[in-house]
């Protein structure tokens, strides 16, 4: 069995402490073999944020760290830094490699950098991206789960995050999940589901599923819905391959993150396609 644990949009900077120390309790209780940090790491890229967010993972110890930025991870207000060096602050804390990955005998997790300096707060990706990243997908092991992560979102659940969505999501869905792809993670909207990709794409001759984060341990929660994360659970070497979904949030009552919903997800070989 290995467990992936999403913590997305934490924004340090405008943490909740009593929810860092639940989101610490939840890492050893359910001690995952993968953590992905999917953006939105600080509220506004300053080093004090960066060097919290870093002391923060510090403390939690995962065997595995893959971190993307999103588009609050780069500077908004100095425009010199955002202009020439924006990501200077998340690499003196996260490392240069702002597309990382991690490969196992279970899971192949892919990291896309969707922020663009020259965009306020849409996320954007390139033909480049695109392709590479299907490849990888194309050239996965069979036991694979495979998990493709950015910032932005693929799927909008309510009008008004349509304005939200991933600028590119059009041509990367159809051909990631033609490659082989099983889940697309994201963010930024602090608003947490797992859909089918089927709901905007009808026509995809294989089905990939979109599975989003709120935040995790910020005070900016949205619409009542309180910080929350996801559990991935995969056996692996399984045909087909499948995972659950597990969404854990924080409950004040008892301050710890509890379980909230569990999704089981299988997913199709790419050779049917």
Not at 5 to 13: E, M, R, T, V
Not at 36 to 43: C, E, F, K, N, W
Not at 53 to 68: N, T, V, Y
Not at 154 to 162: C, F, G, H, W
Request: hydrophobic share 40%.
């Amino acid at each position: 069995m290995t467990t992936l644990l999403q913590i997305s949009d934490a924004h340090f900077g405008t943490e909740r402490p009593p929810v860092v120390q639940a989101l610490l309790h939840l890492a050893r209780d359910h001690p995952p073999d993968l953590v992905v940090l999917s953006g939105d790491i600080t509220q506004r890229a300053r080093p004090s944020q960066f060097s919290a967010a870093r002391a923060f993972i510090d403390q939690l110890k995962p065997a595995a760290l893959l971190a993307i930025p999103g588009n609050h991870d780069i500077p908004l207000y100095n425009v010199f830094a955002r202009a020439l060096m924006p990501y200077a602050n998340y690499i003196r804390a996260f490392g240069n490699n702002l597309e990382p990955d991690f490969e196992s005998e279970q899971l192949l997790v892919l990291g896309i950098n969707t922020t663009r300096p020259h965009r306020h707060k849409d996320g954007e990706l390139s033909p480049a991206q695109i392709e590479r990243v299907t490849q990888r997908l194309r050239n996965a092991d069979a036991s694979q789960l495979r998990i493709v992560v950015v910032h932005q979102p693929v799927l909008a659940i309510r009008a008004s995050d349509e304005d939200n969505l991933l600028n590119g999501h059009k041509e990367a869905v159809p051909a990631w999940a033609n490659a082989g792809g099983d889940i697309i993670m994201g963010g930024h909207i602090h608003l947490p589901y797992v859909h089918s990709m089927r709901t905007t794409f009808p026509l995809l001759k294989r089905d990939i599923w979109t599975v989003q984060a709120g935040t995790a341990v910020s005070s900016r929660i949205r619409e009542g819905i309180n910080n929350s994360v996801n559990l991935i659970r995969c056996e692996g070497a399984r045909s087909p391959r499948r995972c659950s979904v597990e969404r854990w949030d924080y409950t004040a009552a008892s301050a710890r993150f509890e379980q909230h919903s569990t999704q089981e997800l299988t997913f199709a070989s790419s050779d049917a396609v």
